[in-house]
């Protein structure tokens, strides 16, 4: 089992409408989340972090927790062409030092079509 | 401000020669990461240093890789010698926080390593 996984997609959605990009991770104690987004050749772009149960938004974007099922989600409404890109989930496995690595998902590509 | 900086962008190297990869953090960014993505695979952690000391290199795949930060400023991962199998893209990142809480990294552009 990967300790981050997500659907690679592409996951194709009409210009206007609700993109749904999900995570799950295997670590219980892993306490901060994040959603990157990479253009093609680009670095990744942080857009959203999350370290407590529930929702935060942030513009169009809303990142959703669930520790308890140890699910993490990214919500962009009114999906723009240019938000087309291969969203990243990221895992940081608790405080400190010696934990600070992020672990990565695969990451899912999304398509927003016009 | 200056972003990540990593050199170079591109390096084709035949397989056994050496190559060295740098990588300028945000100034003041005492964390300085390095990562790697392999064709068709997640981004994976190689290292952490904090300053000049390496506080996680649990991700290094092998004594072929060596990473320093002289200085606690830039940072070089050299692969000597390299192997087909270390073809992929070398992400750099910083961040300003020393490990409390859900810091920012910001990542460089990656340097794209093709050993042939």
């Known amino acids: 089992q990967k300790e981050v996984e997500q659907n690679s997609g592409p996951l194709s959605v009409p210009e206007g409408a609700i993109a749904s990009l999900n995570c799950t991770y295997s670590?219980?104690?892993?306490?901060?989340f994040f959603w990157y987004r990479q253009y093609s050749g680009k670095s990744p772009e942080l857009i959203m972090f999350?370290?407590?149960?529930g929702d935060k938004e942030d513009g169009r974007f809303t990142a959703q927790l669930n520790k308890a099922s140890q699910y993490v989600s990214l919500l962009i409404r009114d999906s723009q062409p240019s938000d087309s890109a291969t969203y990243l989930c990221?895992?940081?496995?608790?405080?400190?030092?010696?934990?600070?690595?992020?672990?990565f998902g695969t990451g899912t590509l999304l398509a927003v079509q016009p | 401000e200056a972003g990540v900086t990593q050199f170079p962008s591109h390096s084709v190297i035949e397989k056994g020669q050496t190559v060295t990869l740098r990588c300028d953090p945000i100034?003041?960014?005492?964390?300085l990461y390095w990562y790697r993505r392999v064709m068709g695979k997640e981004i994976k952690f190689l290292l952490h240093?904090?300053?000049?000391?390496?506080?996680?290199e649990s991700g290094m795949p092998n004594n072929r890789f060596l990473a320093e930060r002289t200085g606690g400023t830039y940072s070089t991962l050299k692969v000597q010698p390299a192997e087909l199998e270390d073809s992929g893209v070398y992400f750099c990142?910083?961040?300003?926080?020393?490990?409390?809480?859900?810091?920012?990294?910001?990542f460089g552009q990656g340097t794209r390593l093709t050993v042939v």
């Open positions: 240093f904090v300053k000049e000391s390496k506080q996680d």
């Open positions: 990221a895992v940081k496995a608790g405080y400190g030092g010696a934990t600070n690595k992020l672990i």
């Open positions: 670590d219980r104690g892993s306490q901060s």
């Open positions: 999350i370290y407590s149960n």
């Open positions: 990142a910083s961040s300003p926080d020393p490990g409390q809480g859900a810091s920012e990294a910001f």
């Open positions: 100034s003041g960014h005492d964390n």
